[in-house]
């Protein structure tokens, strides 16, 4: 069974920049699609990013341009690389994974993914 563990998150000040890493147990990496989501206080988890093929990206609406979503297969590790934070990015971010074969159209879809990391906080002063 692949294990998740997301490590980077911390304090940030707004404008400041962070790298999430997701860490994966196992030999068969390649064969998820990876996402991101994250929690913030009081709200639900919401889709931020999933990395499908190095070439295969998607971004919610709100951190489109400032975060970049990568993998490293060789490594087992998928990346969020958080530029220019607000405070309103402040929240729990967890990665996931799903099968590669999953459509294409449920990547936003928190039940289309079925491994969750532990999730790692954010926190982005003003």
């Known amino acids: 069974q692949v294990q998740l563990v997301e490590s980077g998150g911390g304090l940030v000040q707004a404008g400041g920049s962070l790298r999430l890493s997701c860490a994966a147990s196992?030999?068969?990496?390649?064969?998820?699609?990876m996402g991101w989501f994250r929690q913030a206080p009081g709200k639900e988890r919401e889709f931020v990013a999933a990395i499908i093929s190095t070439r295969s990206t998607y971004y919610a609406d709100a951190v489109e341009g400032r975060f970049t979503i990568s993998r490293d297969n060789d490594k087992n590790t998928v990346y969020l690389q958080m530029n220019s934070l607000k405070p309103e990015d402040t929240a729990v971010y967890y990665c996931a994974a799903r099968n590669l074969g999953s459509p294409a159209y449920t990547y936003r879809q928190q039940w289309s993914y079925y491994l969750w990391g532990q999730g790692t906080q954010v926190t982005v002063s003003s």
């Open positions: 196992g030999r068969t990496f390649s064969s998820y699609a």
